[in-house]
C-alpha cells in the first residue's frame, strides 16, 4: 500500500484571537472573590481531615499550637531542625490552650 499524506486546511491567521485578550477588570474582581471562600473550606477541610492518630498525641500536647508528626507517631516541634524531623506533618493543635 502507498502511504497517503494527510493535509489539514490552512487557516486564516490575519483574524486575532478572541480568547488571548485580557479579560475585563469585572471579571478579574469576582474571581479575586470567589478565591476568598474556597481557602476558608480547604482551612476547615484540614482540620477535619487530621487522622485519629494524631489528634490523639496532639490531645496530649495542649501547650503546643502546631506540632511535626510522623508516620511513626514521633512527634516533633517547629523549631526541629528539617533534617531531624524528615517527612513529618505539620499540624494545627485544635486542642491547643493559649
Known sequence: MAKTQTTIPETDTAQPDATVA???AATVEKDTATEKSPKKEQVQKAAAEIPAAALA???KFPDYKELYIDADGSMYTPQTAPAIRG???LYKNPYYKS
Request: hydrophobic share 55%; proline share 22%; aromatic share 0%.
Open 57 to 59: 498525641i496532639l490531645g
Open 87 to 89: 517527612k513529618a506533618i
Open 22 to 24: 485580557a479579560p475585563p
